[in-house]
């Protein structure tokens, strides 16, 4: 399965912009990838995903280097309530390609 | 409450005992995936189903596990003669049957062994 590596954690003062990075140097050509944030005792929660173009929506923007080898989420305002753990996932390296990959994610800290 | 449901919160059982957790995706998913959680770490991927098809079974998946989806609506995921090593979160997710799209997770099942 093709692995992403992010830091361990991070930490932010509120509303300022958080830059969330993921290296994923195995990705494959047609591999989505795609962000989920779990809060404490919460399911994994969409938050963004994208193939090659960046892309925006209302909780956040992905930017995707050139070579697709690395992505960095972005979260323009952190608020208290985006304090949670985040992760990059590829899909996984089956027939179907259908399932998640996730790693140990990036536990973000939202300072007031 | 339109999203994934799953029941219940939470099981407490003895080792060797079996349990069963229920799954209710969203209703007009046609995909549904079963992943487990440790303290830590990221959900590791179980198995995936299309419609009632079992399409795809994780190595991690003993012959102790075995998940169903009668009918392709809800899911059930069965451990037979549970193990301390099988305590986790056991979560739920469900998406779109065509296009590159997002899941939607449920709040899980935590289990704990004793």
């Known amino acids: 399965d093709a692995k992403t590596t992010q830091p361990n954690s991070m930490e932010s003062n509120e509303e300022e912009p958080v830059h969330l990075p993921c290296n994923h140097s195995t990705i494959s050509g047609t591999d989505y990838i795609h962000w989920y944030r779990q809060l404490p005792s919460q399911g994994p929660e969409y938050v963004i995903h994208?193939?090659?173009s960046n892309v925006n929506n209302r909780m956040a923007s992905l930017a995707i280097a050139e070579d697709r080898k690395s992505s960095t989420l972005i979260l323009h305002r952190a608020t208290l309530r985006d304090a949670a753990v985040y992760y990059c996932?590829?899909?996984?390296?089956?027939?179907?390609?259908?399932?998640?990959?996730f790693g140990p994610g990036t536990r973000l800290s939202v300072l007031p | 409450d339109t999203g994934v449901s799953q029941n219940p919160r939470h099981k407490i059982t003895k080792r060797g005992q079996n349990v069963t957790f229920r799954c209710d995706p969203i209703?007009?998913?046609?995909?549904l995936y079963w992943y487990r959680q440790t303290l830590g770490q990221g959900p590791e991927f179980l198995t995936y189903f299309q419609n009632e098809a079992q399409l795809e079974k994780s190595r991690l998946l003993s012959d102790r596990f075995s998940a169903e989806r009668p009918k392709g609506s809800f899911s059930t995921l069965e451990i037979q003669r549970t193990e301390q090593g099988d305590s986790a979160m056991y979560l739920c997710?469900?998406?779109?049957?065509?296009?590159?799209?997002?899941?939607?997770f449920g709040q899980g099942t935590r289990l704990t062994v004793v």
């Open positions: 209703s007009e998913h046609n995909r």
């Open positions: 996932t590829l899909p996984g390296a089956d027939n179907y390609g259908q399932n998640f990959v």
């Open positions: 994208g193939l090659t």
């Open positions: 997710a469900s998406s779109r049957r065509l296009g590159n799209t997002e899941a939607f």
